[in-house]
């Protein structure tokens, strides 16, 4: 039902998709650029539409009744972002427990504007031997763009560098609010 729904939804607002999704058990996928609320709608209409179960972090503010459960059967993992934890060596554990994990992230952590991505995807990758797959909303097109896996070398400036210039030409839904 839930893939039916996602189909419907993008063919009514004319979404569409733009490469395809890799035939991984297990890799880390970022999205970007994150400048808006509709980012959410957006990446759970192509979740639905792919028929993909993948676990994401959301601050714990908005895992309150009602989203709470819904957002924790989605693939929700609350939050606390005023509490300092070691959430990449628990993300390298989960990939290392499972034999299939997709886990979503947004390099910027947040809706509003930043300089700098957070490193903790690139962290996980390397710490899990998993890669990165960018995905790409842009808002100009209609798009969900798919990028091809990367592999991490080990040099998370250069590496970071690279995966932000497939993001290059892809418009957020509120270009002032993404550096690129």
């Known amino acids: 039902m839930s893939h039916a729904l996602g189909r419907a939804f993008y063919e009514l607002t004319g979404w569409h998709f733009e490469g395809a999704l890799p035939d991984l058990p297990?890799?880390?996928?970022?999205?970007?650029p994150h400048t808006s609320n509709w980012d959410f709608f957006v990446g759970l209409g192509a979740l639905f539409s792919l028929g993909l179960k993948l676990d994401f972090f959301g601050k714990d503010s908005i895992f309150r009744w009602p989203a709470g459960p819904i957002l924790r059967w989605l693939g929700g993992i609350p939050v606390d972002?005023?509490?300092?934890?070691?959430?990449?060596?628990?993300?390298?554990?989960?990939?290392?427990a499972r034999?299939?994990?997709?886990l979503g992230m947004a390099p910027e952590g947040t809706r509003k504007r930043v300089e700098e991505w957070k490193t903790g995807f690139y962290h996980v990758a390397v710490g899990a031997g998993v890669p990165i797959v960018p995905v790409g909303f842009d808002y100009a097109k209609k798009a969900i763009v798919i990028g091809e896996p990367f592999t991490p070398t080990g040099d998370a400036e250069g590496d970071i560098q690279k995966l932000r210039g497939f993001f290059a030409n892809v418009t957020a839904k509120r270009p002032e609010n993404y550096v690129k």
């Open 81 to 96: 972002r005023s509490v300092s934890r070691d959430r990449v060596s628990q993300s390298v554990a989960a990939f290392k």
């Open 99 to 102: 034999d299939r994990l997709i």
């Open 26 to 32: 297990k890799f880390v996928l970022i999205v970007a």
